[in-house]
T-cell receptor, first 115, second 116 residues
Framework: AQSVTQPDIHITVSEGASLELRCNYS??????LFWYVQSPGQGLQLLLK????DTLVQGIKGFEAEFKRSQSSFNLRKPSVHWSDAAEYFC?????????????WGAGTKLIIKP | NAGVTQTPKFRVLKTGQSMTLLCAQD?????MYWYRQDPGMGLRLIHY???????AKGEVPDGYNVSRLKKQNFLLGLESAAPSQTSVYFC???????????????FGPGTRLTVL
């Protein structure tokens, strides 16, 4: 069965520092990959997605993610975080009919920004 | 476009009461989903629909029913509410892609439900 692992429940970084959030998945074929962000009290918003092509994808708010097939990973990065980036981040994987038309969600990583 | 809207935004129920949550989307999306989100539990899929008139169970369907009589609406019903159903409920919709893949899921703002 497909699965998604976000190993870090919480991450604390200083404002202005770089950020990397990890996401690993288990699926035999190439999945469709997504990163979403959820600010407190809000719904989820798409940051970026990868379906095919260039394995480095750019998203909104200065985020990027790199698909590494050999490592089954799709890590999210940002060179310099801002206080407004404090939120919860979810990685999700789509496996088409293999996942019954659903997205398989990671448990989320809560990002805390130190001033 | 309003995107995905959810009604109501907040609700307090007593144990045993029933209610219906309404989700509406104006993007002509084929797929629609109901999730619940609890602290430390991430998103869990309750039910979903891949087209008008079709529904399917997700990870945590017990105690809930759904209907999709119109393409743009997806209703979630609680027949006899229990305190364990206290949660934030999110609806999402997406475009269908090849081989059953879902495109970006667009989320509503959520309904905060408390069952006493």
């Amino acid at each position: 069965a497909q699965s998604v692992t976000q190993p870090d429940i919480h991450i604390t970084v200083s404002e202005g520092a770089s950020l990397e959030l990890r996401c690993n998945y288990s699926y035999g074929a190439t999945p469709y990959l997504f990163w979403y962000v959820q600010s407190p009290g809000q719904g989820l918003q798409l940051l970026l997605k990868y379906f095919s092509g260039d394995t480095l994808v750019q998203g909104i708010k200065g985020f990027e993610a790199e698909f590494k097939r050999s490592q089954s990973s799709f890590n999210l990065r940002k060179p310099s975080v801002h206080w407004s980036d404090a939120a919860e981040y979810f990685c999700a994987v789509g496996a088409g009919m293999d996942s019954n038309y659903q997205l398989i969600w990671g448990a989320g990583t809560k990002l805390i920004i130190k001033p | 476009n309003a995107g995905v809207t959810q009604t109501p935004k907040f609700r307090v129920l007593k144990t045993g009461q029933s209610m219906t949550l309404l989700c509406a989307q104006d993007m002509n999306h084929e797929y629609m989903y109901w999730y619940r989100q609890d602290p430390g539990m991430g998103l869990r899929l309750i039910h979903y629909s891949v087209g008008e008139g079709t529904t399917a169970k997700g990870e945590v369907p017990d105690g809930y029913n759904v209907s999709r009589l119109k393409k743009q609406n997806f209703l979630l019903g609680l027949e006899s509410a229990a305190p364990s159903q206290t949660s934030v409920y999110f609806c999402a919709s997406s475009r269908a892609l090849v081989a059953g893949h879902t495109d970006t899921q667009y989320f509503g703002p959520g309904t905060r439900l408390t069952v006493l």
